[in-house]
């Protein structure tokens, strides 16, 4: 049963019953604040955490706190905001966010990402070599991006490189997994950044589009024997 640990106000919290989120499957926790929700979700690991009703600033430093802990950099955050800017937004995504939610509360257009963020899928620790070729309109030619894949799974992936990757680029990514002689490629794009090691980028990135033939091999990558 997976658990979602919920920090909002009670006007949030009512919304939030008419969502996937009140399933009967679903083990629900709360929290008073944001700092609860720290220390609620480092004892209890939910798989979801959701935000609620603090100014930017905190908002921000609770998710960098979130992706910066070892027991929580994992989880999956969804910000609810009444009113948001695109650059508060777009500094929410790069905090950490997966998802936010702005403006008017919308139950029913809320549930695709929430379904999706609750059915988080199993991922594979693998370290293999990376190509990225970044889109961009302003520069064609632009020289590909080595760099490395940190863990995946049939949705996305972790991805280490020497310079950060803005949050939002398009990425052709081109890769083998260990013990599969085929390259695979995959367009993605960049939905958060974090601290690697030794002074490198990660960026967590969706998949946009994968062939059926790629996602059947990532999936047998993920779901095999982690030993082999």
Do not use: H
Request: charge should be negative; proline fraction near 6%.
């Amino acid at each position: 049963m997976p658990k979602v640990l919920i920090a909002a106000s009670p006007e949030t919290t009512a919304v939030l019953e008419r969502t996937v989120v009140w399933r009967s499957d679903v083990e629900r926790l709360f929290a008073a604040d944001l700092a609860t929700a720290f220390e609620v979700a480092c004892d209890t690991l939910p798989k979801f955490v959701i935000l609620d009703g603090a100014p930017q600033d905190e908002v921000l430093a609770i998710l960098r706190r979130f992706r910066s802990d070892g027991l929580t950099r994992k989880m999956s955050l969804a910000v609810l905001r009444q009113t948001a800017t695109v650059p508060e937004v777009e500094a929410l995504r790069r905090a950490g966010a997966n998802v936010v939610f702005a403006g008017e509360a919308l139950p029913y257009l809320w549930d695709a990402w929430l379904e999706e963020l609750l059915d988080v899928p199993r991922r594979r620790v693998v370290r293999v070599p990376l190509r990225l070729d970044v889109w961009s309109r302003f520069d064609a030619a632009a020289e590909p991006i080595l760099g490395s894949i940190v863990d995946i799974s049939i949705k996305g992936m972790l991805l280490e490189t020497e310079e950060p990757v803005e949050v939002g680029t398009k990425l052709d990514l081109s890769f083998r997994l260990p013990a599969d002689p085929a390259d695979l490629r995959v367009v993605a794009q960049v939905i958060r950044q974090e601290q690697g090691e030794a002074g490198r980028a990660r960026s967590g990135v969706e998949f946009l589009i994968v062939r059926d033939a790629v996602r059947d091999r990532i999936r047998a990558f993920v779901e095999g024997d982690p030993g082999r």
